[in-house]
């Protein structure tokens, strides 16, 4: 069983869309972390969050520590959000690695 | 703005070599992570760094896999005897406080094993 899943595994949208993509994690953790993976590969840390709301330009993440869920909001979706969108989790089992989820490939269209 | 750093960005090498894969963490960075991702796959841990030892790694990270860090900047991954399923991008990630901050990676190497 995967300890962090995602959902969708891929959303196709237009220019100007809310966008929302979930996680859910299965296990006790201390942090959950949203990053984005460009086509060139890259890894960016978007947000590290172990409680509420945060908020970053365009981007907003959220968590539900009871439901073990959370989400990532892209406001006015704009082409240059395409990428792959990860949802990690650390303080799993007690330990700080991340565990990551599979992905979600986000593709906004103009 | 401080970066982490990967060289070479791509390493092709032929079965049963030995690869070193090389990163320099931010400076004032204290813990420090190998990753990697097979083509199409999620990310998965290999092994965190933290005060000139190991402090917990992946079942992938068998006895032909080590680290070190030789000189206090530099971080380096060294594979063994290279096998086909090593075939993967290998992210070098760096922190200054595991339980706050968030993890910084590096550009990653594409590691192709023929």
């Known amino acids: 069983k995967n300890e962090v899943e995602q959902s969708p595994q891929n959303l196709t949208a237009q220019e100007g869309e809310f966008i929302t993509i979930n996680c859910s994690y299965s296990v006790g953790i201390s942090a959950l972390h949203w990053l984005q993976q460009h086509p060139g590969g890259g890894i960016v840390s978007l947000f590290m969050l172990s409680s509420g709301k945060k908020k970053h330009g365009r981007l907003i993440a959220t968590i539900n520590i009871q439901e073990k869920h959370s989400s990532l909001h892209i406001t006015a979706s704009h082409p240059r959000d395409s990428a792959v969108y990860i949802c990690?989790?650390?303080?799993?089992?007690?330990?700080?690695?991340?565990?990551f989820g599979q992905g979600t490939r986000l593709t906004i269209n103009p | 703005e401080p970066e982490v750093t990967q060289t070479p960005s791509h390493q092709v090498t032929q079965m049963g070599q030995e690869v070193i894969l090389r990163c320099v963490p931010i400076?004032?960075?204290?813990?420090f992570y190998w990753y990697r991702q097979i083509l199409g796959q999620k990310v998965e841990f290999l092994v965190s760094f933290y005060n000139n030892e190991i402090s917990e790694k992946s079942e992938i990270f068998d006895d032909q896999f080590s680290v070190e860090r030789p000189d206090g900047s530099n971080f380096t991954l060294k594979i063994r005897s290279t096998k086909l399923e090593d075939s993967a991008m290998y992210f070098c990630a760096s922190t200054r406080d595991r339980n706050r901050d968030e993890q910084f990676f590096g550009p990653g190497t594409r590691l192709t094993v023929l």
């Open positions: 990690a989790v650390s303080g799993f089992q007690g330990a700080q690695k991340l565990v």
């Open positions: 400076s004032n960075h204290l813990y």
